[in-house]
């Protein structure tokens, strides 16, 4: 495809057979051109949900119909739709429709969405073709590049899954226009991520520019997710499975998805119990003396500049957050793993510090 190469920025994801680009910029859901050499069979199923698709499933049926049979299925909308269930859904759809193994899933939507359709593109027929659309933030500089799918269970976060790339990406920046300020912060939170594992450049950048990020000035915008998606993408490539520097791109999650699963899918969105999650790790690191006070404020301020909260609810109970937490798949053999950081910038994969760990969770929830 051409590239515009003032307002738009490729990334490739180098993975063998695996490979695929990440394209980025205005206007691409709606081009037909953008779409070709990623989707190789005629048929075509779009799954987006009942909020995303009234606004853009249009454009894509229309870039695709010259070259392809285009159907859409639209799930109900939230992350505590993301289930076996409403997987069953889309596997419901292809079985009623003869959907064969030369098909092809569109997803178009938020990360909830990515990561159901790519999980039911990961085992319909053992296995078929998905392209990534992300329209929301997180979605754009995260969950859409790497090939993580799946669905959630009652007891934990992202419990049944599997990795499985997709043929492309296609990042539409002029969708964040419909997005909702509460979403957009969410996805701050995982930009903000990259900045504190492994880009220390980054996390100054974001700190220096967070009032224009949060009044969305397109050409930020573009930064903020091609150098997100770069940070990502070097990560996955280095480690598709997780065998080791990928769970970097866990930093508070261990937390946060223990947050999530105790308030209830949805309750508290996925970035923000990332962001609180940060802050967490970041106390647990500062109590055995990797972070020194001034550093961990400074993460304070800068998750606070992008509207997302610095702390967990208080009235949660520490020993269900640790219950949950122990469910973590970075556990081995028994052992929680934490993700905490050395310096902004430098994050390692430790053994969980259990006292520090302790008394952090004492810290934030006093019971
Ligand atoms: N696979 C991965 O590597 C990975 C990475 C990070 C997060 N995740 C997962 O992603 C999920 C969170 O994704 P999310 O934050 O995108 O949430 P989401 O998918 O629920 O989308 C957020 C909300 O925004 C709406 N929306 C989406 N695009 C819109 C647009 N352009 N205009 C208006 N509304 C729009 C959605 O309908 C939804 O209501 C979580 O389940 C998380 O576990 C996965
Ligand atoms: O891509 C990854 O690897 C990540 O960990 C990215 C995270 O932001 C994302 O939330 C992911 O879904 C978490 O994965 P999990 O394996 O902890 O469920
Ligand atoms: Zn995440």
């Known amino acids: 495809m051409t590239i515009d190469p003032v307002k738009q920025a490729d990334l490739r994801v180098a993975l063998g057979e695996r490979s695929y680009d990440i394209a980025i910029g205005p206007g691409l859901l709606s081009r037909p051109d953008a779409y070709a050499g990623a989707i190789h069979g005629r048929r075509v199923l779009i799954v987006t949900n009942d909020t995303v698709g009234p606004l853009y499933q249009q454009t894509v049926a229309d870039a695709l119909a010259a070259a392809h049979d285009v159907d859409v299925l ?49 085992s319909y027929q053992r296995g078929i073709d998905f392209v990534q659309l992300p329209t929301t933030l997180l979605a754009q500089v995260d969950s859409s590049v790497g090939g993580k799918t799946g669905v959630n269970h009652a007891l934990g976060k992202n419990m049944i899954g599997a990795f499985h790339q997709p043929t492309r990406v296609l990042i539409d920046v002029d969708v964040l226009e419909t997005l909702p300020p509460r979403e957009f912060a969410a996805g701050m939170a995982e930009v903000i991520k990259y900045g504190l594992i492994r880009d220390s450049d980054f996390f100054d950048w974001l700190e220096a520019n967070m009032e224009a990020i949060n009044a969305r000035e397109p050409a930020l915008l573009i930064e903020i997710i091609r150098r997100s998606c770069a940070n990502k993408a070097e990560v996955v490539v280095a480690d598709e499975r997780e065998t080791g520097q990928r769970a970097l791109l866990n930093l508070g999650h261990t937390f946060g998805h223990a947050l999530e699963a105790e308030l209830g899918y949805g309750t508290w969105l996925h970035g923000e119990a990332v962001a609180a999650g940060m802050c967490m790790a970041a106390d647990t690191a500062r109590r055995i003396g990797w972070l020194d006070g001034a550093q961990v404020e400074r993460i304070e301020r800068v998750i606070a500049a992008a509207h997302l909260p610095t702390a967990p609810p208080a009235e949660l109970e520490s020993t269900r957050i640790r219950a949950l937490m122990a469910r973590d798949k970075k556990v081995k053999a028994g052992e929680l793993r934490l993700v905490l950081m050395h310096d902004i910038g430098a994050a390692v994969v430790t053994g969980a510090h259990g006292e520090a760990l302790d008394a952090t969770l004492n810290h934030y929830f006093g019971h």
């Open 74 to 122: 639209a799930l109900p909308d939230g992350e505590a739709h993301k289930t076996l269930g409403t997987l069953n859904l889309i596997f419901d759809r292809l079985l009623e429709g003869n959907y064969g193994r030369d098909a092809c899933i569109v997803a178009l939507g938020g990360g909830v969405i990515g990561d159901i359709a790519g999980f039911a593109a990961a």
